[in-house]
């Protein structure tokens, strides 16, 4: 009985069975591969000897874009290369909806931790700097929002409007901040319930139907002219 056939270890398992694995011209040993695609089956009629080329080649046919990333860096193929599969990857992974990008558990969990820890990027200086920077911007080229009423335009000219002022701006981003914390605490952030339903507007009473939307309706021009009532 093969002592290895209770062990992960497959290339021993392999050895085990068929004897010894071969070895390339380059002296490179020829990679194990399993045939049905699961690496827990290790069982001996499941392994077969391939190179690293013909590995590579399995993968790619099978369009396992993972598994050809790997085997393209050990082959040292070109950045462009490896890239191009990584960007495969991708595609396949919002084809499918598992993307992280797509709101999946993944993300969901990494936004809370960071959010709690005080490491997302919501809570940083850098982050209220990038704010004030942007904010600054739209002053000075007038497409901020607030520039169109006239009593702004006078604030803005005299350099006191709100948005003009970094004090205010970091405290504004703090706010937000627990605000996003009290979100994720309550567990009503867009990042935990992307499809949940309903949600009212404490700020203007609006009634929305997909929590996805609330950040865009609490920037928006109805909102702020609503609560100015």
Known sequence: MCIYCSTTNYRKIYESHFGSIPTEDNGRKYHIHH???NHFNNDPT????VTIQEHYDIHYSQGDWVACHRLAAIMQ??????SELARKNANEQV????????GG???KRLAKRLIEDGSHHWTTEQHAESIRKREKEKVENGTHPFSGAENNKRLLAQGKHPSQN??????MSKIQTEYNKARVKEGIHPFQKLNASPWVCELCGKEGKNLSN????RNSKVCIKNRRR
Do not use: T
Not at 46 to 49: D, E, R, S
Not at 95 to 102: D, F, I, L, R, V
Not at 166 to 171: L, N, Q, R, S, V
């Open 35 to 37: 045939i049905d695609g």
């Open 46 to 49: 499941n392994l077969k000897a």
């Open 77 to 82: 193929h070109s950045p462009e290369e490896i």
């Open 95 to 102: 084809k499918n909806g598992k993307h992280p990008w797509q």
């Open 105 to 107: 558990e993944h993300q």
């Open 166 to 171: 970094p004090e205010h701006c970091a405290y």
């Open 214 to 217: 609330f950040d865009r309706h």
